[in-house]
């Protein structure tokens, strides 16, 4: 059951908008839409992470529609902003904003985690254009993101480096070592970005391995934390979040949104349920008309 | 086949090698985990200060940045002791550097019982077994310096990663006139019809020592020096064993995985031979002595006089 895309939420509009507001909006309600498709996929497909994936849908699209400079027509453009997302599992969400921002055609879509699709599990870099690191393991992605924010330095280059964590990656004792060593060599223009949903795969965040005092941990490692937790369900404090990194001058910079995992479906959101559980017809039934109502209201706003 | 020349230290050879390379090559880089005073990149370090990176004792987090290094343009190298190189570094060698096939050099020092006083937990002997399990993984076991500083040479400008194991030890000087190593290309010592052996590594001057005293006992040794264990060089294997019938594998590595069970999966293949192994039994060695702890746990001139003639019948 596919939705049409309303005509004033079309990427290459939202592209071109430069009315800061009128984007906000634009990019609220093409979240949503992703999100919507999500749904639709992994239902149809009958595998993939949905809680993880619906989590990041607003993040990633102001990323990819606002935030970074990429250029779909070349993937590999060394002067590209890079974002790693080391929550590898959220694949289906990172490939549908990579499909309509241009990368590959939308129609592809439709071949997630099939045999000979570019689009696997977890994304690969070599697969698919526009992924800039292979992830899915997870608690690898700070590292890499180092790496990468070290290169610039190295080459005298300007890119921004982001990484999006998750409170699985913030588990594996490899993150933190990233990040003393993100706090030792300092790179400029590193972006942390916590998805903070606040569950894994077992059960809440509190009950499987509790991260609090997170921005605590963070400033004792030596990082720029955010002031405050940011709504990761809201463009235009989203928006607001990446004004603030723009104006820092320490480095490495982590900012916290505080999310839904399983956003915007009443029975899978804020519970551990639907991690990577099948959305069956009858949750599809039921989870369907909740997105579409959202996504008319967001149609309505524009 | 030339006697052996003077002994070098080679993991001071490859401190050197780095140092020579620096300049030549500017997307080098070198990543080393709080032992770059024992591996030797240190030298690097106080030449090359931008691009070296003291990590601290964090393997992980060490491969990992090399490999988003490695995305960008960079060729980094990545030193620290074998065994904690590949076993702590397991999942970002395969999932990150392999999966992607990037262009990272895996330096593993202190390989093989090279770490001899430290002990069982510092001696690396699985991790050629550990780095053969992985897709578009080279893995070299250079036989001297001169074999390690050219594959060092070569593996960074491959684009695809690379495996080079580095004795901590003096080794003697086995190649300095050979012709220059090829990665996946056996190297051919000497012409023998009665056994094969064929040898990688540290062992490889026992191997031409035993090879001698052999044949004053009148048993010719096909000697084969296979110092890329991956991609292993198929075709002159299978001639020799073809030949001689008989294969001998020497190799200071326990004996799953290695260059014995390198060589057993090609000829059971192609050319089914019956073979024996010099190599460390499935256990943990001690502190002591490398030429003694070497000698101890069956790597030694004796033992491969004694195995070679066993397998020939004599």
Redesign the interface.
């Known amino acids: 059951m596919k939705t049409a895309m309303a005509t004033r939420g079309q990427p290459a509009q939202i592209l071109a908008e430069k009315n800061r507001g009128k984007k906000a909006a634009m990019m609220q309600y093409l979240a949503q839409k992703f999100r919507a498709d999500v749904f639709d996929l992994l239902h149809e497909k009958g595998t993939g992470h949905w809680g993880g994936a619906s989590s990041v849908a607003e993040l990633l699209t102001a990323l990819y529609f606002d935030v970074m400079a990429v250029r779909p027509e070349e993937p590999r453009w ?1 002067d590209r902003d890079r974002l ?1 997302l080391s929550k590898g599992h959220a694949s289906a969400i990172l490939y549908t904003a990579l499909a309509n921002r241009g990368y590959f055609p939308v129609e592809e879509l439709n071949t997630f985690r099939q045999l000979n699709s570019r689009l696997q599990g977890h994304p ?3 697969e698919t254009p526009g992924v ?3 992830t ?2 997870l ?2 992605g700070m ?10 330095r ?2 005298r280059k300007k890119y921004w480096t982001y990484v999006i964590l998750g409170e699985g990656c913030l588990d594996e ?2 993150t933190w ?2 990040m ?2 993100a706090a030792k ?1 300092k790179p400029e223009r590193l972006v942390a970005l916590i998805d903070y949903n606040g569950f894994q795969l077992d059960g809440p965040s509190n009950e499987i391995m509790p991260l609090a005092p997170l921005f605590d941990k963070f400033h004792a490692f030596g990082w720029k934390v955010s002031p405050t937790e940011w709504n990761g369900h809201s463009i235009r404090e989203i928006l607001k979040s990446f004004d603030w990194v723009r104006q820092q001058k320490e480095w490495p910079v982590v900012v916290v949104y505080k999310t839904q995992k399983g956003r915007g479906v009443s029975f899978t959101q804020d519970t551990h349920k639907f991690h990577g559980a099948v959305i069956d017809d009858q949750s599809y039934a039921k989870g369907q008309p909740e997105l579409m109502q959202t996504l008319a209201e967001l149609e309505a706003a524009l | 086949m030339k006697t052996a020349g003077k002994a070098v230290v080679m993991r001071d050879a490859f401190g050197q090698a780095l140092l020579d390379l620096a300049e030549k090559i500017p997307e080098l ?1 070198v990543l080393d985990a709080d032992v770059s005073a024992s591996t030797k990149t240190a030298g690097f370090g106080q030449a090359n200060p ?2 070296f ?1 003291n ?2 004792v ?1 393997e ?15 060729r980094p190298v990545v030193s620290t002791f074998s065994l904690f190189l590949t076993l702590k570094g397991a ?2 060698i395969r ?2 550097i392999c ?3 990037l262009p990272v050099v895996l330096a593993g020092g202190y390989g093989g019982l090279s770490d001899s006083y430290d002990g069982a937990s510092h001696q690396s002997i699985l991790d050629v077994a550990m780095m053969r399990a992985l897709p578009n993984m080279v893995v070299i076991v250079p036989a001297d310096a001169v074999e390690m500083q050219q594959s060092l040479r070569l593996a960074i400008r491959r684009n695809g990663p690379t495996f080079i194991r580095i004795c901590r030890n003096e080794t003697p000087t086995l190649f300095e006139d050979a012709a220059p190593l090829e990665i996946g290309k056996i190297r051919k010592l000497r012409d023998g019809s009665d056994v094969t052996i064929g040898v990688c590594g540290v062992p490889t001057s026992m191997a031409m020592q035993a090879a001698e005293r052999l044949a004053r006992d009148g048993i010719a040794v096909d000697l084969l020096e296979i110092a890329t264990l991956k991609p292993l060089d198929v075709e002159p294997l299978v001639q020799s064993a073809s030949k001689t019938k008989k294969v001998l594998t020497v190799e200071e590595h326990t004996i799953y995985g290695g260059l014995g069970g390198a060589v057993a999966e090609v000829l059971a293949q192609h050319a089914p031979t019956k073979m024996d192994y010099v190599a460390i039994q499935d256990r943990f060695a001690e502190s002591g002595d490398y030429a003694a702890l070497l000698a101890k746990y069956g790597i030694s001139v004796q033992a491969i006089v004694e195995k070679a003639k066993a397998l020939a019948g004599r």
Do not use: K, W
Request: aromatic content about 4%; hydrophobic content about 50%; overall charge negative.
């Open positions: 060394p790693v690969c870099m070599n800039d690191m292979s899915g393991a608690g690898h590292s890499v993101a180092l790496g990468m924010a070290l290169a610039a190295i080459q004792g490899q070592e990233a003393m060593a060599f | 880089v931008d691009r990176f990590v601290g964090a992980a987090n060490m491969v990992d940045i090399a490999a988003g290094m490695a995305t960008c343009g960079l999942d970002q999932n990150t999966y992607n096939n």
